[in-house]
């Protein structure tokens, strides 16, 4: 999972690399119209165009029908019945591609929510610094240790959560860069990055994680955390990352899922893909 990630993660960085100094927007479209090309050539190569077609063309026949018959029950109805079939039989030609697109378009929503779902943290901004521990483990009598870079500055004690199996620290940010904070535990080292200024699309990887192939999955911007520690997860509490268009605030998978959408059908017929 670790390669799969970093793969992707390289695609993706090096499409945004060109549209970091600039407005987000940007970089969204051009991931987003990459892909919708990605998507109509994977559907074109794995969908049954001849019945998406038929099942289209009936859909559109059985709707003709029930205007130009509109005053037989009877048509009407049996109309009806033989719409509910060929939007059954279309969904049916559609689950392949579906199925073939949704590995990728998964790892690239996990990249894309590195650029954009989280925003860094600003110099002289303060933040918490997570640590989560596994079920057996005592925070309280644990033995960790945080330490922090020149340009970072922890500005409490470790607050050990029982019953949620936590430490947590507040942390300051000081100069710009990506830092790396240090968590001393039994002997052992485990890092974690900490993004702060940058230009307008920076990279934040929130949380590192060790554990079930979905946590990797979901935060694939570190490396899994070791094993042989009590550590399970180390999170970094960023604020929340949007786009901004004409003054409305938009999460920006509703912005990705839209353009990609729309460039799909803009440029299906290019491609002839029945979708």
Do not use: C
């Not at 987000?24 to 119209?33: N, R």
């Not at 199925?99 to 303060?126: K, T």
């Not at 946590?215 to 911007?221: A, D, I, Q, V, Y």
């Amino acid at each position: 999972m670790h390669v799969a990630n970093l793969v992707v993660g390289g695609i993706v960085g090096a499409v945004l690399l060109p549209f970091r100094g600039v407005s987000p927007w940007f970089g969204m479209a051009a991931v987003s119209l990459l892909t919708a090309l990605l998507m109509l050539e994977v559907y074109k190569l794995t969908s049954d165009q001849a019945a998406i077609r038929r099942a289209k063309d009936r859909i559109k026949a059985h709707l003709l029908e029930m205007r130009l018959y509109k005053d037989s029950l009877r048509v009407t109805l049996r109309a009806q019945a033989a719409i509910l079939k060929a939007n059954l039989a279309y969904m049916a030609a559609n689950l392949k591609p579906l199925a073939v697109m949704i590995v990728p378009l998964v790892l690239v929503l996990a990249q894309l929510s590195l650029w954009y779902d989280r925003a860094p943290l600003e110099p002289g901004e303060e933040t918490l610094v997570k640590v989560g521990l596994e079920r057996t483990a005592d925070p309280v009598g644990l033995e960790l240790g945080l330490e922090a870079p020149p340009g970072l500055e922890i500005t409490s004690p470790a607050v050990r959560i029982p019953d949620e199996h936590e430490v947590v620290w507040r942390i300051r940010a000081v100069a710009g860069g990506t830092h790396r904070l240090r968590l001393r535990t039994g002997g052992r080292t485990i890092e974690k990055s900490v993004a702060v200024g940058g230009r307008p699309l920076t990279r934040v990887a929130a949380v590192a994680s060790r554990g079930s192939f979905a946590k990797r999955l979901l935060h694939p911007g570190e490396p899994p955390l070791p094993g042989g520690t009590a550590v399970r997860t180390v999170e970094v509490l960023y604020r929340a990352g949007s786009l901004s268009a004409f003054g409305i605030r938009v999460h920006w998978l509703v912005a990705y899922l839209v353009l990609s959408v729309a460039f799909g059908f803009a440029l299906k017929g290019v491609f002839k893909v029945e979708i």
